[in-house]
């Protein structure tokens, strides 16, 4: 009963970190560190180890995207709009130095929630009921 109540536990918890984190990628407005991101995840449903690995490079992607994302954004504005995307850029990277590290925390709470959830999981499917005697075979008068 106490894998089971972790099992839930920790199942329900690896979601709400995942959708948070989901939502934080989006409002970033990064094409690119969406699509990295979702690369990352896609991994992490193989195994219980395959799940701390893609929250730990999660993480580390959040971290290394928060901390490129000021710059980035400016270049990215300079070239398509000049100094009106200077700004622009200017705005989007600060929001993605919020957002970026904030998702890549939540994909590491995701995945090692998952890897609990994992590790938690019986061998045998909840609520399959296992047979302990075969059944009785009753027949009448012939």
């Known amino acids: 009963m106490v894998k089971s109540v972790a099992h839930g536990m920790s199942d329900t918890a690896s979601k709400l970190s995942s959708t948070a984190s989901t939502v934080l990628t989006y409002v970033s407005g990064d094409d690119a560190f969406?699509?990295?991101r979702d690369r990352l995840r896609a991994s992490r449903y193989q195994s219980s180890s395959a799940s701390l690995r893609a929250g730990w490079q999660g993480l580390r992607s959040g971290l290394i995207g928060g901390i490129t994302s000021i710059p980035n954004s400016v270049v990215r504005g300079i070239s398509q709009d000049g100094v009106t995307g200077a700004v622009t850029g200017l705005a989007k990277g600060l929001i993605g130095a919020?957002?970026?590290?904030?998702?890549?925390?939540?994909?590491?709470?995701?995945?090692?929630?998952?890897?609990i959830t994992q590790s938690t999981r019986s061998s045998e499917s909840i609520g399959e009921i296992k047979r302990i005697r075969l059944p009785g075979v009753v027949q009448g008068r012939s």
Do not use: E, N, Q, Y
Not at 98 to 115: I, Q
């Open 34 to 36: 969406r699509a990295d």
């Open 98 to 115: 919020v957002a970026k590290p904030a998702a890549g925390l939540l994909d590491f709470a995701s995945g090692t929630t998952l890897a």
